[in-house]
């Protein structure tokens, strides 16, 4: 297994089934940390760099915490508008990272560009963790996810996942790589318009994945371990920021998780993620039933970064 020190996280494209195992192993390590509400000293002379392009609550503060946990030090910058980068220079990536390669040790980007953590990797010194790009990929939230799954189920093996939601979502895109790895099945449940594409397709199949989609929540939720939900009314993610429109709209019954219909259709011991920030797919009263792992999965996100930081800056072999 390759090491992870001063290792680029990019893409769940590069993972082998053997290097989750090891991620998880060493967030299993750190978690007693985190839930003890506790600080270390493992990273006490390093410092991360934030460089988020994109509004962020959970993965810039979920990374910020970490390395707060792991004694280190942070830095960066939250809102591109406010810096050289979004202003009237647009300042590049390339010249931007030559910079912020000198303030710390690691780099988390967020960007609203599919590729630009790869970018900004090709022109770094230190490693380059990938927190979002455009409808890329989102390595670190599914690491949270499968993490979060495995101490649920005990395995990854042998699963069922409901994908429910638009799959041009970075996170579909890497839960879909990463279920690669694994004897589990996917099934995407979407809107037509926002599908899975005939070349990402081709790509799953090349993968091997065992997929296939339907039209109808209520139609397959029975056969669902696990619940994936990102939301279909949602802002572009081609863009460094949104502001909402008067009239959002309403998720389509299609694509929403109720208490109903969890108690007519679902498994009692299913269990459901989402990454957040929600809408009307996801009813607040879901959020007592013996389903919900979302709060349990944020958690997880903290222990998850800290698992990273640790690896790919050496602390952790």
Do not use: C
Not at 86 to 92: A, V
Request: hydrophobic share 40%.
């Amino acid at each position: 297994m390759r090491s992870f020190a001063g290792r680029d996280i990019l893409s769940l494209k590069d993972f082998e089934r053997e290097e989750f195992f090891r991620v998880f192993e060493v967030a299993d390590e750190l978690a007693p940390i985190a839930r003890n509400r506790r600080n270390s000293d493992i990273l006490k002379e390093k410092t991360l760099v934030t460089a988020f392009y994109q509004p962020s609550t959970r993965t810039r503060l979920a990374h910020e915490g970490a390395m707060h946990r792991l004694g280190g030090h942070v830095t960066g910058f939250s809102d591109a508008k406010m810096t050289r980068a979004g202003d009237f220079y647009q300042e590049s990536i390339k010249d931007t990272v030559k910079m912020l390669e000198y303030y710390g040790d690691v780099i988390v980007m967020r960007h609203f560009q599919q590729g630009a953590p790869q970018e900004a990797a090709k022109w770094s010194s230190v490693p380059v963790i990938n927190a979002g790009d455009g409808w890329g990929e989102h390595p670190t939230q599914v690491l949270t996810d499968l993490y979060t799954v495995l101490n649920e189920k005990g395995t990854l093996d042998g699963l069922t996942f409901l994908a429910i939601g638009d799959m041009r979502m970075r996170t579909m895109h890497s839960l879909s790589y990463a279920l690669s790895q694994f004897d589990s099945e996917i099934i995407y449940v979407s809107p037509p318009e926002m599908s899975l594409t005939d070349d990402f397709k081709k790509e799953l199949e090349a993968y091997n994945l065992t997929f296939r989609e339907a039209k109808h929540v209520a139609d397959v939720i029975h056969e669902a371990d696990v619940i994936y939900m990102e939301p279909v009314v949602q802002p572009d993610y081609t863009k460094s920021r949104e502001e909402a429109k008067s009239d959002k709209g309403l998720t389509p019954e299609n694509y929403r998780v109720t208490r109903q219909l969890l108690a007519e259709k679902a498994r009692p011991d299913s269990i459901i993620l989402h990454s957040l920030p929600r809408m009307d797919e996801l009813p607040a009263d879901v959020d007592i039933t013996r389903h919900a792992r979302y709060w349990q999965e944020a958690f997880n996100g903290v222990v998850m970064r800290m698992a990273l930081l640790s690896l790919v800056l050496g602390a952790m072999e």
